[in-house]
């Protein structure tokens, strides 16, 4: 659910409902309560140093936290890039 540099969230032609369907989905990753977190990048739950602790228990990987932890970063940089997006918006009105 992360957002690239530049991504256009406000006015965008090719899909103007764009934020809400963002909002929608972090609304629907507050509602699950996963124990595993897993994501498209390793570094976004620590893949490389779950790993090494493989076979440790607990085992490393259950790692609901992480989970919110990274829900709550990618929300958040989701949340003031949109802010941003809408002051620019209302200034070239």
Known sequence: MGSNPGFQFVNNPNNPTIADQYKQGFAVLRSLSPDIPLASHPAMYNMYDKYDRLGE???????????????????????DVLAEQEREAGRGR
């Open 57 to 79: 228990t607990p085992n490393p990987y259950i790692d609901p936290d992480g989970y919110w932890a990274e829900v709550d970063e990618v929300e958040e940089l989701f949340l």
